[in-house]
Structures are given as C-alpha cells and as structure tokens.
C-alpha cells in the first residue's frame, strides 16, 4: 500500500443496527478495489473485519475492524463498527477518528434502534454523513419504504442521490442524480456500465434532479445567488455546492446498494473519494495544551483510540496522527502519562493483516504493536510541542455479574487476564468489592459479557464461572438494649474470664460507629479497654442478621469484671463481640438496602411503560422532562437489588430504544415480608461457602 496525501484520504466509519450489512459491504469495497481477490463471508469465518473467533461463532461483529482501500487516486480508511448496542464502546471510539461516516441500512429492515442512537451521536460531534440503503436484492426490499422510514426518523437531511433500477431479484443498475448516469450491473464484477436513463423512472430522475441542484446551491452562498439570478448551475459547481453541503452537515446523501452482489458499490466508492472531506477539510484537533491543526507542517500529535491484545504478538494500539507524521523507530511522548515511547514498527492493519507502512501521514491512521506505557485514550506527541486530548467519552457499564475462576488458584491469572482486557475494552469494568467478597464485572450487556469470558478462556486459558451478584446489604438498630456478656472458662491451668456490660443504641444516619467508655473504679482495667472497642468492630463487620456489616450504632460499655491471672486481650475481645451480637438481636436489628439514582432516557410512546416498571420495582419516579427529539428524560430512586438486572428489562420494554444510567444514592430499610427471604439465602451462601 503507497503512501498518500492527506488530501486524499477518507476516514470513514461503518455504523448501523446488526443484520444491515456493514462487514459484508466492507467486504465488498476491498474486493472492488482490488484488496482482496474473493469476497469473504461472515458464516464461514473469512470476512476481513470479523476475525475474532467470537465473531464467527456469534455470527456478529463484536469490535472495530480496519478496511483501508485504495480507489482512483485515494485511500479510504473503513472502520467496520459492531451494530449491537452491547459493543457500541467500539462505535464510540471509531468516530473520534472519522471524518465521515456512513449508516447502512437494510431495504428489508429499515430503520432500527441502533441507527436512531448512533444517528444523534454523530449529530452531537457534527460529522458528516451518507446513508447506503443495502440489501436492495433481497426479498421484500422496498426503496421507498426505507426512504420514508429515513425521513420520518431524520427529518430532512436524508437526500437520495442514487436511485435504484428494479427491486429484489430485478435490481440491476443504479442512476446517478449529481452525474445524471445510469451504471448496469451483471452482479458479477462491482463494475458498472453506462446505460441510457431508464424512461419509467424519468419523472422520478427529474423531481430528484431539481432537489439535488437546489440542495448544492444552499451548499454554498456564491452558488444560491447563482442559481437564484439563472435558475441552473454547471455539472462542476452542482459538485461543489454537493461537497460543501456535505461537509458542513446540511444534508445526508442517501446511496443503494446490494454489497453481496457487487451493485453500485463502485459508485459507493466514487462518491467516498469525491463528497467526504479530506482530514485538510476538518476542523483542527484541539486538547489541553492548545490545538493541532490537521496538516504535515504541524509537530507531531497522535491519539489512541483503541488497543488490542493479540496474544501472539502483544498488545497492539491504533492511533490517527491529527498532525505531523510518524516513521519507524521514531521516539514520542505519550503526554497523557508522561511517558517518552518508542514506536518501532509502525504498520497498517488490514483486518488482521498488518502492512508495513514507512511512515504515517497526517490523516492517516495506523497501527503500533508493544507500546509499553500507552493505553486507549492516550495522546502521542512531539515531546517539544506536548499536547493532550481528551479522552473518549465511552458509555457506562449498565449489567454486573460476579466471576470466579473455575479452577481453584487460578485468581492471580484471573486479574491479569483481566487487566489485559481491560486494555483492549475500556467499557469493561472490575473491582473487588470487600463489602460482598466477590469480583464483579461490569459491561453494556449480557453478550458483551459473554464474549469478554470467551476471550478470557481463548486468549489467556482462564476459565470463568458467573455466581449470584450479592447485593451489598447493611444491618443497623432501631431501638435499644442492653446485655451483659460473659466469656469464663476456667477449669484447670490459665483460663479465661471476661465480663462486659454493654449497651447498644442507634446513630443518626450517615454517623457511623461510635464506642463509648463509662466504665469507672476500675470494674475493668483501661487495658483491656481497647480490647473491647476492638471486640466490637469484628462483630459489626462480620453482622449479625444476615453477615452483612453494621453501621450506625453505639455501643456503651459501663461494667464489668476481671480476674487478675485468667483476664486477657482475647478475652474480653471475644466477650465483647458475643455481647454486642446479643444486645443487637434486642435492639430492634434490621436490614437495610442500597437504592440508586437512575436517569432513563425513554421515547415519548413508552414513558407509561417505564414508569409502570419502575414504580414495581418498589421505585419512585421524581420526575420527567422532554429531553432531545422525541424522547423523555425520567429520574427515579430504586433499589438496587431490583435494577441489577435492568439493563436486560429495559431493552426487553423498550426494544433497546431507551438508554440509562444508575448512580449509588443512599440506603433504605428493607421491607419486612423481604428481610427473611435475604437472611435465608445469606445462610445458605454461607454453608455452600463452607463445605
């Protein structure tokens, strides 16, 4: 692959709902170019993009893939984006670097959830876009029905500027309206051959024809005042004005195609090279330390935007140069951690080909194996000109499961076979929670879940098990109770004696601990004191109710008795935790349970069913506000112990058109009628924990 300009490459991102099509035009696009001798498929496993064993196993794409293509004079860099909502961390990340991006979607299908997400996402960053109605020779394929389904859910940006000639088994050519031609297509080869206009679409060719020139004169001010004196503008300035609208957003060329048998796939192309912006065309890169404008002359700046751990070849980190230009060997600072870098090899990746490259371009993205100090996110600079981006935004962990080894003594593997995913999935999330013992996994479903464990048993040969995701109760009093506790065992040799008298009251919430010493004339020497107050703090930690800690209590001791031989630190510590367990159990004790904060995002249509959902989950709505284009914005408190598992009913209720988030809020009394059901799985936990 030769080296190009950055006037003339494209950074292009792939995105739509799974099932679209997205691999499989990717795929189409390298074989037109001449990348690839044979279109690959996604059942059999030889599709460029999807490589990964999970993604021949699932039948799905399930991380980014990179397709660079060289077409006419330029090179276009695909990144083939997964389509399902639990890998969208991958989407997220592709259009950081994008200078354009391309929705595709099913002539069968429609619009789906996935296109209304990611379509605001990119209306957010203000990139621009095409949309290629794919799929046009499939059963039941309808132009107009995907047409109107584009209008309805983007209102007037959608603009056709193909149209397909036939549908389903008859759809065989394509007319361009910016060129005024007509390609035919024997779905052999992916290239065209010019055809006379068909007459049956002629009105269709004319209406289609007049709103495209229209739509370049309000591309570009000279041009509307043009076209506002004379009526027409010339082929090349109805290009130009295309190209400005665009760039700057107004509108989304709307493109048909059947990747599968090679129809207008060759003017998908044409249309990438002559209507996408070049990096030149974008706007500088800016971060903490000013901005980086996109051209050579500028000192060098670089941004990581996703790492992959291979693991025959090490952890390999893909970055676009926003300015300057990197060559093999060459030193940089990684200015997010302070680090100097040596690059070594730098090369293009081709799915999972890897091309060496002599150098990277500004514009260009490329490719790096073994950083030792660089991570997604991070920043690579000319260490005399630093800079700082900032780090991709990546969406939230909505579902939690707790893991273990299968094997006994496999947890050190287990962290860093972890650690190393993390690095290539920095959705994904894990911690060690003391409160419940157990190592919980975080991510944005349950097939991304799945997959992470796959991965883990492949790459690193560690075995997971999912157990029940303990909820991290509390117990605390409501009332108070006095007990006095004895520990004597004194039946030859040294023995123990204690004897504690203590009380046990609540604290107001929030306040904690809190261990009072009334004890006066010496009943028990200031010695053994500490020993008591430390006696306490084991009992609150192992609980009482159900093992989970207590919190907000007060614990007096104002008598007691000591025996001068038999008396020791142990013993009054294990004194002091039988009596507060047994004040405790007559103070009242109870359960309390942890409730979040929830932020829904929820279309106008399905508010009721979301409230209704909520409000049994023993949750309260606070509110409701109109948010963005047909959506509301619900706040709620929950339980926790209801919304574990929410991220799977929401997408059940909503068909996965409705986002959230959950944030810890506070602690509440567990209802009575549920407090025994919880002790009784807390003591059986307990003894499966034991055998």
């Not at 595709?104 to 621009?128: F, Y």
Request: proline share 6%; charged share 25%.
């Amino acid at each position: 692959m030769r080296q190009y300009e950055p006037a003339n490459i494209r950074n292009v991102a792939l995105v739509g709902h799974g099932g679209a099509g997205k691999t499989m035009l990717a795929e189409a696009l390298l074989f037109a170019s001449g990348a690839t001798t044979r279109m690959g498929k996604i059942e059999d496993g030889t599709a460029a993009t999807d490589f990964e064993p999970e993604e021949h196993s699932h039948q799905i794409s399930v991380q980014l893939g990179m397709a660079p293509i060289e077409w006419n004079g330029h090179k276009i860099n695909l990144i083939d984006c997964p389509g399902y909502a639990d890998f969208v961390g991958d989407v997220v990340s592709a259009l950081r670097v994008a200078d354009a991006v391309i929705f595709v979607v099913s002539a069968v299908d429609g619009v789906e959830v996935q296109h209304e997400l990611i379509w605001d996402m990119v209306e957010d960053l203000g990139l621009p876009r095409f949309i290629v109605i794919n799929k046009m020779d499939r059963e039941r394929a309808s132009y107009t029905n995907a047409l109107q389904q584009l209008e309805n859910s983007f209102g007037k940006k959608p603009f056709p500027l193909h149209l397909p000639v036939g549908e389903e088994q008859e759809f065989n050519g394509v007319v361009d309206l910016l060129k005024m031609e007509c390609d035919g297509y024997d779905q052999k080869t992916p290239k065209g051959t010019k055809q006379e206009l068909p007459s049956h679409l002629s009105a269709e060719i004319e209406e289609g024809r007049a709103r495209l020139v229209e739509a370049a004169a309000e591309g570009d001010d000279s041009l509307l005042e043009k076209y506002l004196e004379e009526g027409e503008l010339e082929e090349k300035e109805v290009a130009t004005g295309m190209h400005a609208a665009v760039v700057s957003g107004a509108i989304a060329p709307v493109l048909v195609a059947s990747a599968t048998h090679l129809v207008g796939i060759d003017l998908l192309a044409d249309e990438i090279c002559a209507l996408v912006p070049s990096p030149l065309e974008r706007p500088p890169a800016t971060g903490e330390g000013g901005e980086r404008k996109p051209t050579p002359d500028e000192p060098l700046s670089a941004f990581v935007f996703k790492s992959v751990a291979d693991p025959y070849v090490g952890k390999i980190s893909l970055f676009r140069v926003f300015s300057g230009s990197l060559r093999p060997d060459q030193h940089a600072q990684n200015t997010t951690r302070g680090e100097d870098e040596r690059l070594g090899q730098i090369f293009y990746l081709v799915g999972k080909e890897h091309v060496n490259a002599p150098e990277i371009v500004c514009g260009d993205i490329g490719a790096a194996a073994k950083l030792a100090h660089t991570h997604t996110g991070d920043t690579l600079a000319d260490p005399k000109a630093p800079i700082v981006f900032p780090p991709v935004d990546l969406p939230n962990p909505v579902l939690s499961v707790a893991v273990a080894p299968k094997s006994r003594g496999d947890e050190d593997k287990l962290m860093a076979a972890i650690a190393r995913l993390v690095e290539e999935d920095p959705v994904l999330q894990v911690e060690r929670r003391a409160e419940t013992h157990q190592t919980v996994m975080s991510g944005l479903g349950e097939s991304h879940l799945g997959v992470v464990m796959e991965r883990m048993k492949r790459k690193f040969g560690v075995e997971m098990q999912q157990l029940p995701l303990r909820i991290p109760y509390r117990e605390t009093v409501r009332g108070k109770a006095a007990y006095e506790s004895r520990y004597v065992k004194q039946s030859g040799g040294k023995g123990q004696y204690a004897v504690a008298h203590l009380r046990v009251e609540p604290q107001p919430e929030g306040e904690g601990y809190e261990f009072v010493n009334l004890i006066k004339g010496g009943a028990i020497p200031a010695n053994f004191i500490p020993s008591i107050d430390k006696g306490v703090q084991g009992a609150l930690v192992e609980g009482v109710l159900a093992g989970y800690p207590v919190v907000d209590v007060k614990v007096t001791v104002d008598d007691g008795k000591f025996h001068s031989v038999d008396s020791s630190d142990m013993a009054f510590q294990i004194c002091a935790s039988i009596g507060f367990k047994e004040a405790a159990k007559q103070a009242q004790l109870t359960l309390l349970e942890p409730w979040v904060d929830a932020e829904i995002l929820v279309p106008d249509a399905m508010l009721g069913d979301i409230m209704g959902d909520i409000n049994s989950k023993r949750g309260r709505v606070l509110g409701t506000e109109p948010d963005r284009r047909g959506y509301q914005l619900v706040r709620a408190q929950a339980p926790l112990a209801e919304m574990a598992r929410y991220a799977i009913d929401l997408r059940s209720i909503t068909g996965g058109r409705a986002t959230f988030t959950l944030t810890p809020s506070h602690y509440e009394e567990v209802p009575q009628h549920l407090q025994q059901g919880i002790i009784d799985d807390a003591a059986k936990q307990k003894e499966e924990a034991a055998k």
